[in-house]
């Protein structure tokens, strides 16, 4: 009906909204493919977040903190049902929060000691030390809340049964769910779409051909030269929105090479972020020089001496720690080469010519790249069997909408699947610890300050490009924005405008 109010015709507003991304759905499991059915508004939060990355209203409603800072409880939405018409209760809520610490996911990083329902509608939480930024860790997909009919008999989830504003109607893993508006939302106004299609496209080309044919409505994940391409098509609208998501080198600091400070600068120095950003991504601001762009507040340091290009130095620093090049120019030390294999994945479409770019700015200096494209999944895979020498990706910081939540997962002090690698700093997890712990402005600006001017130092992760996140949205389609955190579509804030 209110799509009808705004023009639409009878026939398309009953039309289905398709969503096209290159994400296949790998499993149910909320720690793995979680965020699927977060950003379709399927499954629920506790919180969320706006689009400066500060808690808002999810699942719960509001929030408080008890004085010695160690105690929250959480109220949950009035009225609140799942799809299958069961109320949510803390209780339920509880026991999930429960079993998604014992998984994968940033909430095993939180310093919890209970979790438990204390009225049927309020949830407490308590934490061994405070822990400031515990509403954005409960924003993560990992954290969603799911009926207990999604469970078979040994706690495996079989089925998704939500609270959010839509309910799957077929699920086709890994490529395909359909969704349907679930009228007993209590979350806010009635959508205007009714039906929504989610279909996962390996291939960038497709996605970008979809979108401008007008089989897909959305489009996600976007390469430059597909978008320029479709900012001239007459039925689509392109939007381009700098995110908190960085394309990183990870090395493997077990190895003696990248165990040495000098050789992981002057990888760093080699690298022409400039020129990456410009030709590659199209987009000359996205040369990242340090961890977080200027988009990200706090945690841009505009002082920090920036990441730049500069081969004299890099070689000047590989001959200090002791590499010579031979006559081909290939760098020895004790006999051996100085070789990698830098692995990366599709998925994300411009990583594999940055990781082209990267092997020619490292021959340059003598390091010699294979590059092995591969699924995004070998990356962690790698990191645990230790067979990973260097890896390309497209780290999110906003799984958490506070990037602590990454850092902490991705620098403790065992490192992390997508972060360091044989490296740790005593320095480092003392500055993430103290900043769990504090909400005073000035001091946790100093630790910020502090924890970037170590990762600067160091680089056991070198920053190469900041993200910027395209998306295709067919013109008939109004009330399109895209959400900075990657926590949702918002496609029940959407309707159709013909």
């Not at 089989?215 to 996600?220: C, I, N, S």
Request: glycine share 6%; hydrophobic share 45%; proline share 8%.
């Amino acid at each position: 009906m209110a799509a009808m109010l705004l023009g639409a015709s009878p026939a398309l507003a009953q039309s289905p909204l398709r969503v096209v991304t290159p994400f296949e759905i790998a499993s149910l499991e909320p720690s793995r493919s979680g965020f699927v059915f977060t950003r379709m508004e399927v499954t629920e939060t506790l919180v969320g977040a706006d689009d400066e990355g500060r808690p808002v209203p999810g699942l719960s409603t509001a929030w408080t903190l008890s004085d010695d800072r160690l105690t929250w409880r959480f109220t949950l939405r009035a009225g609140a049902k799942f799809h299958d018409d069961t109320p949510v209760t803390a209780e339920i809520v509880s026991q999930c929060l429960q079993r998604a610490r014992t998984k994968p996911g940033p909430l095993a990083e939180v310093p919890l000691t209970e979790i438990r329902a204390v009225a049927p509608d309020v949830v407490e939480i308590r934490t061994a030390t405070p822990f400031i930024a515990l509403p954005a860790f409960l924003a993560e997909a990992s954290t969603q809340i799911l009926a207990p009919s999604s469970y078979d008999e040994t706690g495996a989830v079989r089925r998704i049964i939500g609270s959010g504003p839509y309910r799957i109607t077929s699920l086709e893993p890994p490529l395909r769910f359909e969704v349907e508006r679930f009228d007993g939302w209590t979350g806010g106004p009635k959508p205007a779409i009714k039906r929504a299609i989610y279909q996962a496209v390996g291939r960038k080309e497709t996605r970008a051909l979809m979108a401008e044919s007008g089989q897909a409505d959305l489009a996600f994940a976007l390469d430059p030269a597909g978008t320029d391409r479709l900012r001239r098509a007459p039925n689509v609208a392109v939007t381009t929105k700098s995110i908190p998501r960085v394309i990183t080198l990870k090395l493997n600091a077990h190895l003696p090479a990248f165990a040495d400070v000098r050789v992981r600068r002057a990888l760093s120095l080699a690298i022409d972020r400039e020129g990456i950003a410009k030709a590659i991504l199209r987009s000359p601001a996205a040369a990242a020089t340090q961890f977080f762009p200027p988009t990200m507040g706090g945690w841009h340091v505009s002082t920090l001496a920036p990441l730049r290009h500069d081969v004299a130095e890099a070689r000047r620093l590989l001959a200090e720690a002791g590499w010579v090049p031979d006559a081909q120019g290939r760098l020895m030390k004790d006999g051996k080469p100085l070789h990698a294999t830098l692995r990366s994945y599709a998925v994300r479409p411009e990583l594999p010519v940055v990781a082209a770019a990267i092997q020619a700015s490292a021959r340059d200096i003598g390091i010699d790249l294979d590059i092995a494209m591969m699924s995004s999944s070998d990356i962690p895979a790698g990191h645990r069997d230790g067979t990973l020498d260097m890896g390309l990706i497209a780290r999110n910081f906003s799984l958490v909408p506070d990037p602590i939540g990454t850092l902490l997962a991705d620098f403790g002090p065992n490192g992390g699947d997508w972060g360091a690698m044989g490296w740790s700093s005593p320095q480092l997890t003392e500055a993430l610890q103290a900043l769990q712990q504090t909400d005073v402005p000035e001091t946790r600006a100093a630790l910020r300050r502090r924890v970037l001017e170590i990762l600067q130092t160091e680089l056991p992760v070198i920053p190469v490009a900041w993200y910027d996140l395209r998306v295709a949205a067919a013109k008939r389609l109004g009330g399109v924005s895209v959400d900075p955190y990657e926590l949702s579509y918002r496609i029940s804030r959407m309707r159709w405008a013909d």
